[in-house]
Every structure is written in C-alpha cells, then in structure tokens.
C-alpha cells in the first residue's frame, strides 16, 4: 500500500507572492516601455540619416522635378530591397515550419488519429487486392477440422461410474483380464 505524502506549504504566504507578482509586473511594465522609447529614438536617428530635411524654398521647378526623380528611383530601389527582404523572410519561416514538422515526424509525438474496427470478409480482402482476378468464393470454416460430437460423448465417460466399476475384487479382476489380453 502506497505511503500518504504529506503536504508541502510553501514559503512565500499568498500575501507575500501577490506583492512579489505585482512587482514583477510593475517592472516589466518598466522594461517595456523603456524598450519602446528606445526604439523610437533609434526610428528618429534612421530617419534624420537616412532622410535628411529638405529645404525646398529656394528651388526652381526644373530642380525640384530633378529632385522628385530621384526620390521616386530611391523609393523604388527601398521598395525592391523590401520585397526581397520580404521573399527571403517567408521562404525562411516556410522552411522552419517543414522543419518543425520533419523534427515532430522524428519525435513521434504528432497526433494519431483514432482508428475505427472495421469487419472485412476474406471475399472482400482478396477482392480489394486482386481485384476482377478474384472469382472463388474463400470459405475458410470449410478448411477447419470437424468434430463429431458422438466421438467426444464416447471419451467422456462419467467418472463415478469408472470408479465405481472399479472397486472391489470385481475391479481388480477387471484389471487383470485387461492387462492378461493386451498382451
């Protein structure tokens, strides 16, 4: 019989574990938005480097049509590194997702499906794989040995009554007739 193990309290009272909670969410609140100021200051520098601002007062129309050109082929030339960039990004996580897959196959640890009992007859198993070929009707109780139930009742006689025939002088002289004409 299996010994009852007995309980183990914590520590740490629930009071004490809702603080601890409580701080531990306060300071991944922190975090997070630390993380995002970060980034939208890394955003500004990118941009002012990337893209400085313009002074456009001063231009004529012919220098600002120029200007407008070049804009346009940089904006194509981001927009093609975009889409490759893109191309790249989802030929990668496809190829992840078939390597997950490959790596699941390998564990076995993907789902089987619940298999149902299905009751086939000989007749229908060979139809299915030999198809028209199969014309003989396979009756496989023929096959089997019969047993006739007269041989069964004449090897099973009662007991009591052998025992009874057997006993006393009548029994041994019985006995003694059996073994004198065998042999």
């Known amino acids: 019989m299996p010994e009852k193990v007995p309980e183990r309290k914590s520590k740490i009272s629930a009071s004490r574990k809702l603080m601890l909670k409580s701080m531990m969410v306060a300071r991944a609140k922190e975090d997070l938005e630390q993380e995002m100021e970060e980034k939208e200051e890394e955003k500004s520098k990118y941009l002012e480097e990337k893209a400085p601002p313009m002074q456009i007062s001063y231009l004529s129309l012919t220098e600002l049509e120029t200007l407008c050109e070049e804009l346009h082929s ?3 030339v981001v927009d093609e590194e975009r889409y490759d960039i893109e191309a790249k990004v989802m030929h990668n996580s496809r190829e992840i997702k078939d390597l997950n897959i490959k790596v699941l196959d390998l564990r076995g640890k993907f789902k089987r499906p619940s298999l149902r009992r299905v009751r086939v007859s000989a007749d229908a198993i060979l139809r299915s794989l030999l198809g028209s070929k ?7 109780r023929a096959n089997l040995k019969s047993v006739k139930k007269e041989d069964t009742e004449k090897e099973k006689s009662d007991w009591r009554k052998n025992v009874e025939a057997m006993s006393g002088m009548e029994g041994r ?9 065998s042999q």
């Open 74 to 76: 940089q904006i194509d």
């Open 134 to 140: 199969h014309k003989v009707s396979l009756d496989l």
């Open 173 to 181: 002289k019985k006995m003694f007739d059996a073994a004198g004409s």
